[in-house]
Antibody, heavy 116, light 109 residues
């Protein structure tokens, strides 16, 4: 059974940094691209970033480019999202997901709140 | 990277059919058939319903169907049931980026 478990969400001040993790199990992690999708409270879904299975290519939404970095550790079946220069508008639930032509599987999400 | 356009809400009585539209631009869809639909109940993570315009994800009832014409994709729920009351999002895979729709709340009257 595919399982994705996010962690690392917290309350952080504007301009601060945070690192999210997503522990994956139930599939061959290194064979799949992985992605982060976020959802501000009461708002819609927004794709954030994707990384290839071997980690050699990364893609970002314009809203986070230059501030967020996606990475992965295939030896530990873990996906990461390093978030720097955080803004109030980054407040959201952050989900990790397996992307193909669609997002086949989703984690339960972790909440990031950016506020002073 | 603007969101695809969906109606804010649609409603129907149990047993009826409702259709949710999802409109984008040429660059959003680009002639590709990589449109997916997601259901999200309050406080829960989204789940995949439809991928590649019309393919149902495993375990999804055949009451849910997808289609696409030009730059508008659609999700139809036939035989509406109480448990279908949720938010629904479309999504287009644009090669290196994904674009979600603005979301539609389905109310079962």
């Amino acid at each position: 059974e595919v399982q994705l478990l996010e962690s690392g969400g917290a309350l952080v001040q504007p301009g601060g940094s945070l690192r999210l993790s997503c522990a994956a199990s139930g599939f061959t992690f290194s064979s799949y691209a992985m992605a982060w999708v976020r959802q501000a409270p009461g708002k819609g879904l927004e794709w954030v970033s994707t990384i290839t299975g071997v980690g050699d290519k990364t893609y970002y939404a314009d809203s986070v480019k230059g501030r967020f970095t996606i990475s992965r550790d295939n030896s530990k079946n873990t996906l990461f999202l390093q978030m720097n220069s955080l803004r109030a508008e980054d407040t959201a639930f952050y989900y990790c997901a397996i992307p193909t032509s669609a997002f086949d599987y989703w984690g339960q999400g972790t909440l990031v709140t950016v506020s002073s | 990277q603007s969101a695809l356009t969906q109606p804010r809400s649609v409603s129907g009585s149990p047993g009826q059919s409702v259709t949710i539209s999802c409109t984008g631009t040429d660059s959003d869809f680009g002639g590709r058939n990589f449109v997916s639909w997601y259901q999200q109940h309050p406080g829960k993570a989204p789940t995949l319903l439809i991928y590649d315009v019309r393919e149902r994800s495993s375990g999804v009832p055949d009451r849910f169907s997808g289609s696409k014409s030009g730059n508008t994709a659609s999700l139809t729920i036939s035989g509406l049931q109480a448990e279908d009351e949720a938010d629904y999002y479309c999504c287009s895979y644009a090669g290196r980026h994904y674009v979600f729709g603005s979301g539609t709340k389905v109310d079962v009257l």
